[in-house]
């Protein structure tokens, strides 16, 4: 089954630096890479997702990459804020067979005022 | 509500105690799923409804585990004879799914279960 892996567990940046969060998995067939961001005491919540027709995308202060070659995925944030502050989690999933996601272990991220 | 629903937001379970969490997806989607989120982990596939039909229940950790959704929309996950290990956040997910298109999962708040 897909092995999602994620990098690094913390992530400690001041307020306006970028912070960079990476993933790598191990299914070739995943074709759709979503990222959440999860604060206390809720649900993830969407943020950004990428398919595997397509190397980068853009959202504001977010952007995702995609290297499919090298089975890797990365999540970038510019101009960080306090409210960025949450456990940031990456999942991968395939079209056909499993529908399930496969999420990585997370990543907590604290932005310094 | 717009969003997942799920409740109760917390519960408490003495061990070999029985539990059903309960989940109202977003009106319409077809897609529901059960997910397991250790402290401190991501979320773990439990299992996955495609409109009344569980498709996938390879996730569920042991025959204690029970998951349905009769009628395509509400879906109670329940867990019998609960043990300390159960305790966990279960979170649902739905999604609107098109054309076997991955379309966007969104989760609810989920349950905190604690076992003791």
Known sequence: GENVEQHPSTLSVQEG???VIKCTYSDSASNYF?????????GPQLIIDIRSNVGEKKDQRIAVTLNK?????????????PEDSAVYFCAAIRVTGRRALTF???TRLQVQP | GAGVSQSPRYKVAKRGQDVALRCDPISGHVSLFWYQQALGQGPEFLTYFQNEAQ???SGLPSDRFFAERPEGSVSTLKIQRTQQEDSAVYLCASSLERARRNTEAFFGQGTRLTVV
């Open chain 1, 69 to 81: 070659t090298a089975k890797h995925f990365s999540l970038h944030i510019t101009e960080t804020q």
């Open chain 2, 55 to 57: 498709l996938d229940k």
């Open chain 1, 34 to 42: 979503p990222w959440y961001k999860q604060e206390l005491g809720k």
């Open chain 1, 17 to 19: 630096d970028s912070a």
């Open chain 1, 104 to 106: 990585g272990s997370g």
